[in-house]
């Protein structure tokens, strides 16, 4: 059962169970069995939040459960992510792949210069 909270005219805010049909109903205070509404206790960090803010929340708790519409457009977005070869995010865009270059040494040892000398080259 759900834990909801009540205000008493008296004693103030508490916390009663309840089942959902019932939890629009009021509750007896438990120090002066007085009936009390049930209240809606909202936190402090979104009160005090920017309205752009709670807006935006308010906008992302919403799509999070929308269904997701087919059209050619999104079909088309979906195919041409799939068929990219980086991954997700990699930032190419349209650029060619650079190929990597071997380079021997004097021993006859292969050295791969990469763009990116922390990796570890096989």
Request: include cysteine; charged fraction near 25%; glycine fraction near 4%.
């Amino acid at each position: 059962m759900p834990v909801y909270d009540y205000r008493c005219q008296t004693h103030g805010v508490f916390s009663d169970l309840a089942t959902m049909s019932k939890s629009a109903e009021p509750a007896p205070c438990p120090v002066c069995a007085q009936l009390s509404a049930r209240v809606i206790m909202m936190s402090s960090q979104l009160l005090d939040m920017a309205p752009a803010n709670r807006q935006a929340h308010s906008r992302n708790e919403q799509a999070r459960e929308r269904p997701q519409f087919s059209t050619p457009e999104s079909r088309a977005e979906d195919k041409a992510r799939r068929e990219h070869r980086h991954g997700k995010g990699c930032g190419c865009g349209d650029k060619p792949i650079r190929q990597s270059h071997v380079i021997y040494t004097a021993d006859g040892s292969k050295v791969f210069p990469s763009a990116r000398p922390w990796m570890i080259s096989h």
